[in-house]
């Protein structure tokens, strides 16, 4: 089955309400004004019954003195009942009545009018038919043993307000329905406009793939928060891209230079059995550690390409303890180099993030150290920075900004191993922890480098006040 599309849905949601809204109003309209003639009536059969009265000789006679079978005689000319006399009739116990009137305004009587003239029940009051098809409410009251008696009123003036009542309100809820239905229409019209233009983004964003689509998010309704949320989506998406092609781009270049030394290598060994001069053993040694050398460096480089290519992380974060991170990461650099002194002083720093990718950034700073000097290493976390201090020659103001660059390798290191990725790596996965890296000169010589990310209780509150900014 086809569903329709979300304007159509608004709008018969819309429209479906308010009709049940104003059909529930005039049902409620209708039998509260039902209930209320039907009140009115009761009380004046209450009140005609009361009346029943006779004046005879010039002297009025109260009910209880008039003969209950004077009720089915017509009246002389010194017997004249009241005006309820026209609608009372009287009610036998064996349920025969007669009427003083009409006869068409005879009604039959009921077994519970019955129980009334025997003295068996109060009083009886409901609708009835007369005999000419009259619709009238009855009230039967006990009149005297074996007797009792019936005043009536016609319906026929409520049940003309009633049908005028419910075609009044049939017109209105009709009335109504269709404005519900064109005013819903409008509404979802507006509410779906916006849907519309995130809709006509999405799909322009499929079909061209260009990612600089942005979408006003002016408001601070859902459909706002829905179009910041597609923006920041294809800006993140964006710099991916972008970040990818300059990966791609620099990552060629690098591969470039150990694969055209590595081809040499190996074509030199090659001519040298070619031309029947093979070389000598040491000279063979030398090229065959010098391609190992290039094939480990080739290693190393696919391995901080495909760390880095992560562009986002792999785990959950979650709260980490920052200092245990910085000491575990010691421990494995002190394995690797076990005569080397590494000076601490670490305090407790509770973040939000992914361990193992922290741990490799500290891990990354240390490799950086170990690499360009033979003294001790200082390695501190204060106040959520992480500094690793080393002792070597230092970069100058420019290299030092240069320094957190892919591929970017001082001058004074082309010699040493390495791809230049380490560094980036340490940048890349602390801007996915919200922190900021630093380069700078040591007090007494040498490099100050690391990061600083701040605290999961700076977090969380930065993330309170940006939700209640946005609302």
């Not at 009545?97 to 006869?103: E, L, M, N, R, V």
Request: charged letters at 25%; hydrophobic letters at 40%; aromatic letters at 4%.
């Amino acid at each position: 089955m086809k569903r329709l599309p979300l304007r159509a849905n608004m709008a018969l949601l819309a429209a479906a309400t308010t009709a049940a809204a104003i059909v529930a109003a005039s049902v409620l309209a209708w039998v509260a004004t039902k209930h209320t003639l039907r009140e009115q009536v009761d009380a004046s059969l209450g009140q005609r019954l009361f009346r029943v009265t006779a004046v005879q000789d010039g002297t009025t006679v109260t009910r209880l003195n008039v003969s209950p079978e004077a009720i089915c005689t017509p009246p002389p000319p010194d017997l004249v009942l009241d005006d309820a006399a026209p609608d009372m009739q009287l009610v036998r116990a064996d349920g025969t009545g007669c009427a003083s009137t009409d006869p068409d305004h005879v009604i039959e009587a009921t077994a519970a009018e019955r129980e009334v003239a025997q003295g068996e029940r109060g009083s009886v009051l409901r609708d009835a038919t007369t005999a000419d098809g009259t619709h009238v409410r009855t009230l039967t009251y006990p009149y005297g043993e074996g007797y009792a008696v019936r005043v009536s009123r016609s319906l026929e003036e409520v049940d003309t307000a009633m049908r005028e009542l419910t075609l009044i309100l049939g017109l209105v809820a009709g009335l109504g329905v269709l404005l519900a239905a064109g005013a819903g229409t409008v509404v979802a019209r507006i509410v779906v406009r916006p849907v519309d233009r995130l809709t006509e983004a999405a799909e322009h964003v499929a079909d061209t793939e260009d990612l600089d689509v942005r979408i006003d998010a002016s408001g601070r309704d859902e459909i706002a928060r829905l179009s910041t949320a597609f923006n920041a989506m294809t800006e993140r998406l964006a710099g991916s891209r972008r970040r990818q092609r300059q990966l791609i781009a620099d990552s060629s270049h690098e591969l470039r230079t150990p694969l055209t030394s590595l081809r040499t290598n190996i074509e030199w060994l090659m001519r040298s059995e070619d031309r029947g001069r093979p070389l000598g053993p040491k000279q063979r040694r030398q090229i065959e550690q010098a391609v190992l050398g290039q094939v480990d460096e080739l290693s190393a480089l696919i391995g901080e390409l495909g760390a880095l290519a992560r562009d986002e992380p792999v785990r959950e974060h979650v709260p980490v303890e920052l200092d245990q991170v910085v000491l575990r990461a010691v421990d494995r650099a002190q394995r690797r180099d076990p005569a080397r002194r590494f000076d601490l002083r670490i305090e407790p720093w509770l973040v939000r993030g992914d361990p193992a990718a922290l741990e490799r950034a500290v891990l990354n700073l240390l490799d950086n150290a170990l690499k360009f000097t033979d003294g001790p290493i200082a390695v501190s976390l204060l106040s959520g920075q992480v500094a690793v201090y080393d002792t070597g020659s230092g970069l100058s103001g420019v290299d030092q900004g240069n320094a957190f660059e892919r591929f970017w390798r001082a001058p004074a290191a082309r010699e040493l191993p390495g791809s230049g990725l380490g560094l980036a790596i340490v940048a890349d996965t602390v801007g996915q922890h919200h922190g900021t890296v630093f380069f700078t000169d040591a007090p007494g010589g040498g490099s100050r480098v690391g990061f600083g990310i701040p605290s999961l209780t700076e977090l969380s509150a930065d993330a309170t006040e940006t939700h209640t900014a946005g609302f």
